[in-house]
């Protein structure tokens, strides 16, 4: 492996400069006001990335594994019962840890590579009358498969069903890098962490919560201690923390904020969209099809790219790691071996861009697929020259 080489894996994402300063920092006493100075910025700026007037923000030293134990532990009691579809590795994981604290999952079946059943959620939450249903769960952007869901259409299908389940969104790998919009849609918990579109190391485990998700903590009695929000809120105003905080990557994640914001939040939109597009380019022009089943559910931070049958896909991530240095995503769990995958959000240019997909397409050529040189390298620098900001 090349230092020197961006990665092109779907998180850890690659890391500017200046947020590598802002992590490596001397020590300081974390119960002295210097702690506050960054931690509260840290909690404003991750509140106005979510969208959100309303939410509390909470950060664990975790990843967002931890913030989906969070979520769960906080809000829910033994034998509650959730609706999610599963359409990908991650969404399969969350299910997964909902069923082992003894919660009763009813799980949509979902095709890897479509996003979440937005008519099929309504369907069935207008069947349940009783409203047993207390959360719904949303992977807003499946980085096994490429796929993003519309959260919007998750919250019109509760709204018009007239029920009143919580929905909590994972937004690991969609938060930061597309639009996410915790108020207008309605969501009571959003869970992030701090190695994807915050651009820093993992370390963080990053969830805002509702006024209504606050409300749960009353009644939920799964078992919670690391995790207890109110043991990590208690003492925020203070400048408390209930254990030993990852300062350094607090630093970061109140810089990253701070660059994301100056940015502009739409402008961090549209660059993933600009970025993405020119990956989409380069995958129709070598031929191949995007594990994604349709335009509109195509993710900006992440493409899983189907190989030709009888292609073992995850060689072309050992070949361009041990050939070239440079990383690409495996394909995970059902797509595992078929789809390998480009991450591209977080700190990325064209030009960084355009650097991993000629390595693909060596890579490609070098196993013998059926590729041309450049082709997809042209495609993409035709797509960034016509659309340069
Ligand atoms: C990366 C990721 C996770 C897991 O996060 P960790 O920080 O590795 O625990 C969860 N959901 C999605 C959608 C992800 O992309």
Known sequence: MSFQNPVFIPGPTNMPESLRKAV????????????????????????????????????????????????LTNTLSSGDKILAARNGMFSHRWIDMCQRHGLDVQVVETPWGAGLPA???????????????????????????????????????????????????????????????????GVDVAVTGSQKGFMLPAGLAIVGFSPKAMDALETATLPRTFF???DMGKGYANNAYPYTPAVGLLNGLNEACRMLLD??????????HRIAEGVRQAVSAWGLELCAVSPDVQS???????????????????????????????????????????GHLGSLTDVMTLSGLATAEM???????????????????????????
Do not use: C
């Open 24 to 71: 490596d920092m001397p020590t300081l006493d974390h119960r002295s006001p210097l702690f506050g100075q960054i931690l509260h910025p840290a909690l404003d700026g991750v509140k106005k990335v979510l969208k959100s007037e309303t939410a509390k923000i909470f950060i664990f030293p975790s990843t967002g594994t931890g913030g989906w134990e969070t979520a």
């Open 228 to 230: 207890d929000v109110r």
């Open 263 to 272: 940015e502009g939040l739409e402008n961090v939109f549209a660059r993933h």
């Open 300 to 342: 900006d931070t992440v493409s899983a790219i189907r190989t030709p049958e009888g292609f073992n896909a995850t060689d072309i991530v050992t070949h361009a790691a041990n050939k070239y240095g440079v990383a690409f995503g495996v394909g995970l769990g059902e797509v595992a071996g078929k789809v390998f995958r480009i």
């Open 119 to 185: 008519d099929k959620y309504e369907e069935i939450l207008k069947a349940d009358t009783n409203h047993e249903i207390k959360v719904v769960l949303a992977t807003h952007n499946e980085t096994a498969t490429g796929v993003r869901s519309d959260i919007g259409a998750v919250r019109k299908a509760l709204d018009s069903a007239g029920h009143p389940a919580m929905l909590f969104v994972d937004g690991v790998s969609s938060i930061a890098s597309m639009d996410f919009r915790m108020d207008e849609w």
């Open 363 to 389: 890579v490609m050529v070098d196993l013998g697929l059926d590729i041309k040189l450049g082709s997809g390298v042209a495609a993409a620098q035709e797509y960034y020259r016509n659309n340069a900001v």
